[in-house]
C-alpha cells in the first residue's frame, strides 16, 4: 500500500492508475477505523480495480463546541488494518492540504442540511459536503463508498452529485453493528462500559419501530412516542431527536406509505450517537 500526504502525488497515482484503465474506488474515512469502515474498504475491492482510502479528521465538519481535539486517530494502525485489508492508496492529509491559508469555498446542499443532525449541527454538512467534493476532484474516483450509519450524509450527498453532475457513482453500504446491535462508530471509544449498555436503547428502540411499522402501523406520532419511552427510560439519555421523515428529501412523514427514514440522534453524558433503520415496502423493493 502506498501513502500519501500531498495533493499532487495523490492526483498523480491515481492518474497513472487510470491511464492504466483501472476503475477507481474511494472510501472517505475519518479514521480510528472498526468493522463498519471495512466493510466500505470490502465493497470497494469487491467491485473496483484500485482502492482508496482517505483518513482525514475534517476539522470544517465540526463546530467549536464539538470533539475535533478529542476525536480517536490512530493512524500506524489505521494504516495496518487498510494494508491488511488490500487497499492499494491511503489519502492521509494535513489540514494545510485540504484547507490552505485563505481557503473560503464550501458547498451547500441548502434543501437538506439543516434537517435532522442539522438542526443541532448547523454547519456539519457543508463540511461534510465541501471535504467529499475536495476528495472527489483530488481522487477522481469512478464510485465513492458511504456507510448507510449516516443515512442523512448518504442522501446528502447523492443530492450533491446530481446537482453539481459529478461523474462518480455513490455506493452505499449497510449498518455493521456489534453482537448486542450497536452500530459501531469511532464515538463509541469515549462510552464507558455503563453508558455502552444505556446506547443499546437506540438499536433497540429501532427494532421496535421495525416491528410496529411490519405489524401494519403506520401513524409516524405512535412510532416516535414508543421508541422515545424505550431510549427514555435510560438514565443519562438526552434525545437530540427521534424522526420519521421521506427517505428523498427528510421531511417529516405523518403516515408512513412505502418509505420511510426512521432516525435518531441521542447524547450519552457529552457523546452523542446516532442510529436509523431505512423501511421500504415489499411493493417499493419489486
Ligand atoms: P467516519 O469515519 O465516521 O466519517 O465514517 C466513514 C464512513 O464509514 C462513512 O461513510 C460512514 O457512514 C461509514 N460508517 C461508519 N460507521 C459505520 C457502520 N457502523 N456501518 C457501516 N458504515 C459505517
Do not use: W
Not at 451547500?108 to 471535504?131: I, N, W, Y
Not at 455503563?194 to 406520532?221: V, W
Not at 406509505?257 to 411493493?283: G, H, P, T, Y
Amino acid at each position: 500500500m502506498k501513502t500519501f500526504s500531498a495533493v499532487p502525488d495523490m492526483r498523480s497515482e491515481v492518474r497513472t492508475q487510470k491511464a492504466r484503465g483501472k476503475t477507481v474506488g474511494l472510501v472517505p474515512t475519518m479514521g480510528y477505523l472498526h468493522e463498519g469502515h471495512l466493510s466500505l474498504i470490502r465493497g470497494s475491492i469487491r467491485q473496483m480495480d484500485y482502492t482508496v482510502a482517505s483518513v482525514f479528521v475534517n476539522p470544517a465538519q465540526f463546530a467549536p463546541n464539538e470533539d475535533l481535539q478529542q476525536y480517536p486517530r490512530d493512524m500506524k494502525r489505521d494504516s495496518d488494518l487498510l494494508e491488511k485489508e488490500g487497499v492499494n492508496s491511503l489519502f492521509a492529509p494535513g489540514d494545510d492540504q485540504m484547507y490552505p491559508q485563505g481557503f473560503g469555498t464550501y458547498v451547500e446542499v441548502v434543501d437538506m442540511q439543516h434537517k435532522l443532525c442539522g438542526r443541532s449541527r448547523p454547519a456539519h454538512f457543508r463540511g461534510v459536503c465541501t471535504v467529499v467534493l475536495k476528495l472527489f476532484n483530488i481522487i477522481e474516483p469512478d464510485a465513492a463508498f458511504f456507510g448507510q450509519k449516516d443515512a442523512q450524509q448518504a442522501i446528502i450527498i447523492r443530492k450533491m452529485v446530481r446537482d453539481l453532475n459529478l461523474d462518480v457513482k455513490i455506493e452505499v453500504m449497510p449498518i455493521v453493528r456489534d453482537e448486542q446491535g450497536l452500530a459501531l462508530s469511532s464515538r463509541n471509544a469515549y462510552l464507558s462500559p455503563e453508558l455502552k449498555k444505556q446506547a443499546l436503547s437506540l438499536s433497540a428502540s429501532l427494532k421496535e419501530a421495525q416491528n410496529m411499522i411490519e405489524s401494519g402501523e403506520r401513524t409516524a406520532e405512535k412510532i416516535i412516542r414508543r421508541m422515545k419511552k424505550i431510549i427514555g427510560s435510560e438514565p443519562s439519555a438526552r434525545i437530540d431527536y427521534v424522526e420519521v421523515v421521506d427517505t428523498d428529501n427528510l421531511d417529516p412523514l405523518k403516515k408512513i406509505d412505502d418509505q420511510a427514514l426512521i432516525a435518531v440522534a441521542v447524547f450519552f453524558e457529552k457523546v452523542r450517537l446516532i442510529d436509523n433503520f431505512m423501511f421500504e415496502s415489499k411493493e417499493k423493493k419489486q
